[in-house]
């Protein structure tokens, strides 16, 4: 019901080992009206569970950072205001992880992508300009983007999970997971066109790049001890249509 107590009785009813954080509201370019939901999301709720893991004797965590977290690679420099709150909340863990003693890994996400994706991301924007014929108007293609597949994703926070479980982390660990390959935008959509075998209606420059665009995304952390990606680049667009 949005109340702390009830989110405290709701774990009181898990017993979790471990909490894997990924619930957010994701939105890169805000308007007015979804100042109060980002918040909401990102930080009430997110500060509610890290009170209700406190208060019910649950100690360990995995956060979802973004690299977004990081215009032009900076310690921090949020791109859009839903980094700038998922950044006010790794703040409010500094206090759980010093007065409550919570164990936290973040992980640090690139772009990532997979089979049945909702999202209107790349490759679904891709396979309906293929559909649909119609003239798809995209930035100048030159920006670099680092994707990892969901597949790798999700073995990453398996990984960050045996560390919290059986490791000796202690307060607040960061990790990138990078797929340590950055591509351009407009590569990607060759590659995308060599595995479907078929040529897109790409207009290219058709809309200019996003305030803040990140066109170089390498941020100057650690990657996840123990983890490294599997599936490429073209195996994981082959995914999409198995």
């Not at 839903?82 to 890994?105: C, D, G, M, N, P």
């Not at 797929?179 to 060759?190: R, T, Y």
Request: glycine share 4%; charged share 20%; with cysteine.
């Amino acid at each position: 019901d949005g109340s702390t107590l009830a989110l405290i009785k709701i774990v009181a009813v898990a017993k979790p080992e471990i909490v894997f954080h990924l619930a957010a509201l994701v939105i890169t370019q805000h308007k007015p009206e979804d100042v109060v939901p980002l918040l909401q999301s990102n930080l009430i709720f997110s500060t509610q569970l890290a009170e209700a893991m406190t208060v019910n004797g649950v100690s360990r965590i995995i956060n979802t950072g973004t690299f977004w977290q990081h215009y032009e690679n900076r310690e921090y420099s949020p791109t859009c205001l839903y980094a700038a709150t998922k950044q006010a909340f790794e703040s409010i863990l500094h206090y759980y992880v010093e007065a409550k003693f919570l164990k936290i890994i973040t992980l640090i996400l690139f772009d990532s992508y997979g089979p049945s994706d909702p999202r209107p991301k790349l490759f679904s924007l891709l396979q309906k300009a293929s559909q649909s014929e119609q003239v798809l108007a995209m930035s100048p293609g030159e920006q670099k983007i680092d994707l990892v597949h969901i597949y790798d994703i999700v073995e990453a926070f398996i990984v960050a999970a045996k560390q919290l479980l059986y490791g000796e982390i202690e307060g607040h660990c960061r990790y990138k997971v990078t797929s340590g390959n950055l591509i351009k935008l407009k590569d990607i959509v060759d590659i995308y066109e060599m595995v479907v075998n078929t040529k897109l209606p790409i207009k290219w420059g058709g809309r200019p790049y996003r305030d803040r665009e990140v066109m170089f995304p390498r941020l100057q952390f650690d990657s996840l001890p123990g983890w490294q990606p599997k599936i490429s680049l073209v195996d994981g667009i082959k995914t999409l249509f198995t």
